[in-house]
């Protein structure tokens, strides 16, 4: 490929997109022991996030696509073996009942009085739904597409944004979003406790027009909707931290690390309560009247609104299902929903994107989160160079909005894979296609960092080119020579398609590229 000087970095990004290439690949340098001959081959960046790199970012959300459609109607139980079960997947620990289970703390686990009981049944291993039969005969083996909310804040536009800025509940709304992942644990366990079977699913976490989190889960099998309601009227979390009412002011802006003392001053010297001691407070009701119960710092329910879909593998609706789960996998939590132009965000929307943001930057995400210090508090294990306002969490990224952890939750027994391996099996349809038409794919596994000379040394060592390296190639240079690969892949798999039909793999037709197979070798 020759590259001209016109060409800019707009230019080959713009090209790179439209082909579907990395818009950022990763350049290294390999170097063949054996032969002395060095290459630099491109390697796609892998980014989920379709500011970053669109190309790479379809592709990840096409995988996962293949990983929900795989899962939600099977008929017989994933095999699992302990490593698999271990190291798999997206889903978050569990906690204990009614504690943090990192606080290793004991409280009564008698539920609270304003939420309604729930039946509580000994959950069986299994994971596949129930068969139905049809008055002709037939059987049918439906399962669920849920939608979960969060409460009201306050009331909003048909633009999402508060109607009374002022009394729109920004630090509940905050909140609510930092510990969303812990809720939805909750609901998890209370549906598998109230069916008695291990309910398995695939969800994806997306905000709302107003940008509240919301949960949409493929649910394996058919649950009864007025149980599904029950459970999520019942459930709850509850966050047992010290208080975060009251900001305390230093004279120097912040608290002090001290050496002496080991840990952080307030302005007269006196240390700062530990995160412990800060816990015993709270645990032991200091400050409270007689007969007085303490009271977590906050709680979160979900909303009223549960939306309940019942699918059948197969049909149209099971395939718009999974497209809708995906949809806005690749956009961050701040980005419009609605469009790709940054600049049709309204004044009123922005001020409201601004307003959460400003609320998850000061709060605390976690126990070990600097912003403690705001509160008159250490953070767990404290350590010096910490300022609020500071904390490497993403939850306080205005990118995020609160929304730190997984933005799609896959249950450990969902298809019996890891993602890996869902990857690998794209790879092998691909592979396989190519292979069948007598095509050789370029280079794939030549260049293994397994591989080993004559001697036995490694035979390929890998060293990382740097964009500020003397000799480091020019990113015109970088995706032109990602768009060849992508190119050339494109190339190879519509003759092999054309020549042994398509493949009965669940490989996209708009998607060639062998997933796995990152590599470029150039000259």
């Given at each position: 490929m020759?590259?001209?000087?016109?060409?800019?970095?707009?230019?080959v990004?713009s090209?790179?997109?439209?082909?579907?290439?990395c818009?950022?690949?990763?350049?290294?340098?390999?170097?063949?022991?054996?032969?002395?001959?060095?290459r630099?081959?491109?390697?796609?960046?892998?980014?989920?996030?379709?500011?970053?790199?669109?190309?790479?970012?379809?592709?990840?959300?096409?995988?996962?696509?293949?990983?929900?459609?795989?899962?939600?109607?099977?008929?017989t139980?994933?095999?699992?073996?302990?490593?698999?079960?271990?190291?798999?997947?997206?889903?978050?620990?569990?906690?204990?009942?009614?504690?943090?289970?990192?606080?290793?703390?004991?409280r009564?686990?008698?539920?609270?009085?304003?939420?309604?009981?729930?039946?509580r049944?000994?959950?069986?291993?299994?994971?596949?739904?129930r068969?139905?039969?049809?008055?002709?005969?037939?059987?049918?083996?439906?399962?669920?597409?849920?939608?979960?909310?969060?409460?009201?804040?306050?009331?909003?536009?048909?633009?999402?944004?508060?109607?009374?800025?002022?009394?729109?509940?920004?630090?509940?709304?905050?909140?609510d979003?930092?510990?969303?992942?812990?809720?939805?644990?909750?609901?998890?366990?209370?549906?598998?406790?109230?069916?008695?079977y291990?309910?398995?699913?695939?969800?994806?976490?997306?905000?709302?027009?107003?940008?509240?989190p919301?949960?949409?889960a493929?649910?394996?099998?058919?649950?009864?909707?007025?149980?599904?309601?029950?459970?999520a009227?019942?459930?709850?979390h509850?966050?047992?931290?010290p208080?975060?009412?009251?900001?305390?002011?230093?004279?120097?802006?912040?608290?002090?690390?001290?050496d002496?003392?080991?840990?952080?001053?307030?302005?007269?010297?006196?240390?700062?309560?530990?995160?412990?001691?800060?816990?015993d407070?709270v645990?032991?009701?200091?400050?409270?009247?007689?007969?007085?119960?303490?009271?977590?710092?906050?709680?979160?329910?979900?909303?009223?609104?549960v939306?309940?879909?019942?699918?059948?593998?197969?049909?149209?609706?099971?395939?718009?299902?999974?497209?809708?789960?995906?949809?806005y996998?690749?956009?961050?939590?701040?980005?419009?929903?609605?469009?790709?132009d940054?600049?049709?965000?309204?004044?009123?929307?922005?001020?409201?994107?601004?307003r959460?943001?400003?609320?998850?930057?000061?709060l605390?995400?976690?126990?070990?989160?600097?912003?403690?210090?705001?509160?008159?508090?250490?953070?767990?294990?404290?350590?010096?160079?910490?300022?609020?306002?500071?904390?490497?969490s993403?939850?306080?990224?205005?990118?995020?909005?609160?929304?730190?952890?997984?933005?799609?939750?896959?249950?450990?027994?969902?298809?019996?894979?890891?993602?890996?391996?869902?990857?690998?099996d794209r790879?092998?349809?691909?592979?396989?296609?190519?292979?069948?038409?007598?095509?050789?794919?370029?280079?794939?596994?030549?260049?293994?960092?397994?591989?080993?000379?004559?001697?036995?040394?490694?035979?390929y060592?890998?060293?990382?080119v740097?964009?500020?390296?003397?000799?480091?190639?020019?990113?015109?240079?970088?995706?032109?020579?990602?768009?060849?690969?992508?190119?050339?892949?494109?190339?190879?798999?519509?003759?092999?398609?054309?020549?042994?039909?398509?493949?009965?793999?669940?490989?996209?037709?708009?998607?060639?590229?062998?997933?796995?197979?990152p590599?470029?070798?150039?000259?």
């Amino acid at each position: 490929m020759v590259l001209g000087p016109a060409l800019s970095d707009e230019l080959v990004r713009s090209a790179a997109v439209l082909l579907g290439a990395c818009v950022r690949p990763v350049l290294s340098r390999v170097t063949d022991t054996t032969t002395g001959d060095v290459r630099t081959v491109t390697i796609a960046c892998g980014a989920t996030r379709e500011a970053v790199c669109p190309s790479c970012a379809e592709r990840a959300r096409r995988l996962r696509m293949q990983q929900c459609r795989e899962g939600w109607h099977l008929d017989t139980e994933p095999e699992l073996d302990d490593q698999d079960d271990a190291e798999s997947d997206d889903e978050t620990p569990t906690d204990d009942d009614e504690d943090d289970a990192t606080e290793r703390r004991v409280r009564s686990t008698r539920r609270r009085e304003d939420v309604p009981d729930l039946p509580r049944l000994p959950v069986s291993g299994h994971t596949v739904g129930r068969t139905f039969e049809a008055p002709d005969g037939k059987t049918y083996r439906p399962s669920m597409f849920l939608t979960l909310t969060m409460p009201s804040y306050g009331r909003v536009t048909d633009e999402g944004v508060p109607a009374d800025p002022h009394r729109y509940d920004y630090r509940r709304a905050a909140l609510d979003a930092m510990h969303f992942p812990k809720l939805i644990d909750r609901f998890w366990q209370n549906l598998r406790r109230a069916t008695g079977y291990n309910v398995q699913y695939f969800a994806a976490v997306e905000p709302q027009r107003r940008l509240a989190p919301h949960l949409h889960a493929a649910i394996r099998g058919a649950i009864p909707r007025q149980l599904i309601k029950q459970v999520a009227a019942a459930t709850y979390h509850q966050v047992w931290w010290p208080g975060i009412d009251h900001v305390h002011h230093y004279r120097d802006g912040r608290p002090a690390w001290d050496d002496e003392q080991g840990g952080y001053v307030d302005d007269g010297g006196w240390m700062l309560p530990t995160w412990d001691e800060a816990m015993d407070y709270v645990d032991n009701g200091d400050g409270l009247d007689v007969g007085e119960e303490p009271e977590p710092v906050h709680v979160l329910r979900f909303g009223v609104q549960v939306d309940l879909q019942g699918i059948l593998a197969g049909t149209p609706a099971a395939d718009r299902r999974v497209g809708y789960l995906t949809k806005y996998l690749t956009k961050s939590i701040a980005e419009p929903l609605d469009t790709d132009d940054p600049n049709r965000i309204s004044a009123a929307r922005r001020a409201h994107i601004d307003r959460l943001a400003e609320e998850v930057r000061w709060l605390p995400c976690s126990p070990t989160c600097a912003n403690w210090l705001r509160y008159g508090t250490q953070p767990k294990n404290a350590k010096p160079g910490m300022e609020p306002g500071r904390c490497p969490s993403k939850a306080h990224d205005r990118d995020h909005l609160g929304l730190g952890g997984r933005r799609v939750l896959v249950s450990r027994k969902w298809t019996g894979k890891t993602l890996t391996e869902h990857r690998a099996d794209r790879a092998a349809v691909v592979r396989a296609v190519l292979t069948e038409a007598g095509i050789e794919m370029d280079d794939h596994d030549q260049l293994s960092t397994t591989a080993t000379a004559p001697d036995g040394k490694p035979r390929y060592i890998w060293t990382p080119v740097r964009p500020g390296d003397p000799d480091a190639p020019s990113y015109v240079w970088a995706v032109a020579k990602s768009i060849e690969q992508r190119r050339r892949w494109r190339e190879q798999y519509d003759a092999a398609k054309q020549a042994t039909g398509p493949p009965s793999g669940d490989v996209s037709a708009t998607d060639p590229s062998p997933e796995g197979t990152p590599l470029c070798p150039t000259t």
